[in-house]
């Protein structure tokens, strides 16, 4: 396999992300994707990206009704979520339904051990929406020559609390995870293919590791 370009790359289709945002931010990066469902070509990718737009509880059901879940679990090459792709990948997350009174808690991912919480941010407007810097910033492949004057977009309500984990955070009202990482397993809580320049060189910093 060549160093610079992967033999393949899937987009997970999870039935309800910004699939072709993805899609065309790998190819603007040089790079060939496929999206899909199928559990045998997930795990025989290179590179896996889990993208995500709208709830964890309609994400997560469609990743039990594809039968997704433990295929996910056990991929043991990169892989790198987007946003909501960020948080699935935690144990839970409180976001539920936005739309009900007491949202239950939605059993995640189980892969990266946080929890997602509502985003406290000190008064400022939510959603989050908008450019951000990232600060404190780890030493890591996927965020190789990012620097603090750099900025990226968030669209987002829920967030991880920096932890262990966090490999890079933001500071919106109160500091929270915009990057983590355990072993394979990387989440962006921004969106990348939304993040102009920075957010291609994380792409490909993640499609080249």
């Given amino acids: 396999m060549s160093k610079d370009k992967p033999t393949s790359i899937v987009i997970v289709d999870t039935g309800c992300a910004n699939l072709s945002s993805v899609w065309y931010a790998v190819e603007r990066s040089g790079f060939q994707a496929t999206i899909t469902d199928d559990a045998q070509k997930i795990k025989n990718a290179d590179k896996v990206i889990l993208p995500g737009v709208g709830s964890a509880k309609h994400a997560m059901n469609n990743i039990r009704d594809k039968g997704l879940v433990e295929t996910l679990q056990q991929l043991t090459q990169p892989v790198l979520g987007f946003c909501l792709g960020m948080q699935l990948l935690a144990s839970s997350s409180q976001e539920g339904n936005a739309l009900e009174e007491n949202a239950e808690t939605i059993a995640c991912l189980n892969i990266i051990p946080v929890d997602v919480v509502e985003l406290d941010s000190a008064g400022l407007r939510l959603p989050h929406m908008g450019w951000n810097n990232l600060v404190n910033i780890a030493s890591h ?12 977009y968030f669209v987002h309500s829920f967030c991880v609390p920096v932890s262990e984990f966090t490999i890079a955070s933001c500071d919106y009202g109160k500091p929270f995870s915009a990057v983590i990482a355990k072993n394979n397993f990387i989440g962006c809580q921004f969106h990348p293919e939304r993040s102009s320049q920075v957010g291609q060189r994380i792409i490909r910093n993640f499609l080249t590791m």
């Fill in 141 to 152: 492949p996927v965020l190789n020559g990012l620097t603090e004057e750099d900025y990226v």
